[in-house]
Every structure is written in C-alpha cells, then in structure tokens.
C-alpha cells in the first residue's frame, strides 16, 4: 500500500539550530510529494512540494529534495527560529488516480527555543 | 480571500445527538474532503468529493455522512456520535482534479469532544 514514515518528536532544537525531520514514503505509482506545516490553533498550510525526482521544494528556508533511489523527502533548515515552532506533515498524493487524496505521516512537532 | 471555513471551532456533544460540522470554500474547487486527525496516527481522510453530487468514502468512513449539494458546501455529519469520534477535524478543497503537485487548502479545524 501507500504511506509516509516520519520521524517522530518532539524535536527541540536552540534557535539557529540546524533542522533535519526525516520522511520516506512507500507508493505504488509515482507520488508527488509535500511537506505541510500546522501552527498552534491553525489549519494545515502547504509549506513545500516536489513533484518528480530530483526536485528540491524550498519556502521560507525550509528545503526538501526528491530522492527516489531512496524514496526519502526529508526536511531541512539551516537555522531555525521560534517562529517555526510548529507540527510538520509529510504527505503524498498520486498522479493518475481517482481523488486528490493525500496520504499523511503521523507528524512531527518542532519546539524551537530562544 | 481565498479560504476553507470551518464552525463551529469546538464542540462538546453527548453521544447519540446528532451534530453537523460545516465547511465552505470560496475557491470554486471541485475537490473537497474530510480529515481527522489523533495523535500518533496523523490525518486520516473521512470522505471526500470530486464535485457536486459526487461523494465516495475515504479510509475511516464509519459512523460519518456527507453531501454535496452546492459546490461550495461539504457538510460532515455525525448521525450518532460515539466516544470514539473525539477528535481534531479539518476540511480541505483543492483544484484541479488529478493535476500533479494539486495544493490542498484547508480549514481552521473543529475540535470535537463526545461524551
């Protein structure tokens, strides 16, 4: 079947830290992939995408790249801020099917700390 | 502004009385659909829509209705809402339909409680 592993958290970093979250994913066609970010008390927003191989997402200084000899879509950050304090969904959709349906990881929640 | 919109925000219910959770989107989106998520299992798709008239069940359909009868409206609809049915519950709509990379848009969220 279709999934995404994620690492799980919570992941406390310094601000400034460096920030890697893991994602790999197992899908029977040829998935686009997507990092989504949800803020306290908010709805999910899209954050990056990535739709064939070798395709790096970037946003706000977050960046994901394709990797599909290693089905991965890990998410990185150079230096994080308290801002980004938030829960991180990796997620995959599959072209040619029937739905939009996504298909989510269990999340990882980031507290950044000044 | 483009957005999904979600009432009520939270609800405390009792079980087996009927409740109704709406959502609107402003985006003339054909894709429509509802998730629910729970710690430890992420967001797990309820029932979606591809366009008016036109609903199938998602992953986790039991105990949840849903219809689709304007195209900007997908009301999810709890007949007899059990314990069990606690939980943290989203809205999105997305277009176009079976595009690569199609972005999802998705509410606020309502966070139910049955007891």
């Known amino acids: 079947g279709n999934s995404v592993t994620q690492m799980e958290g919570p992941v406390t970093l310094s601000e400034e830290a460096f920030l890697t979250i893991n994602c790999t994913y197992t899908?029977?066609?040829?998935?686009?992939l997507f990092w989504y970010v949800q803020y306290p008390g908010e709805g999910l927003q899209l954050l990056l995408k990535a739709t064939k191989a070798d395709d790096k997402g970037s946003n706000k200084g977050f960046e994901a790249t394709y990797r599909k000899e290693t089905t991965s879509f890990h998410l990185e950050k150079g230096s994080v801020q308290v801002s980004d304090s938030a829960v991180y969904f990796c997620a995959l959709s599959l072209y040619g099917g029937a739905t939009n349906k996504l298909i989510f990881g269990t999340g990882t929640l980031l507290a950044v700390q000044p | 502004e483009a957005q999904v919109t979600q009432n009520p925000r939270y609800l405390i219910t009792v079980t087996g009385k009927k409740l109704t959770v709406t959502c609107s989107q402003n985006?003339?989106?054909?894709?429509m659909s509802w998730y629910r998520q729970d710690p430890g299992l992420g967001l797990r798709q309820i029932y979606y829509?591809?366009?008016?008239?036109?609903?199938d069940k998602g992953d986790v359909p039991e105990g949840y209705k849903v219809s689709r009868k304007e195209k900007r409206n997908f009301p999810l609809i709890l007949e007899s809402p059990s314990p069990n049915q606690t939980s943290l519950y989203f809205c999105a709509s997305s277009s176009p339909l079976m595009h690569r990379g199609t972005e999802a848009f998705f509410g606020q969220g309502t966070r139910l409680t049955v007891v």
């Open positions: 829509s591809m366009n008016v008239e036109v609903t």
């Open positions: 899908a029977t066609g040829y998935p686009s």
């Open positions: 985006m003339n989106h054909e894709y």
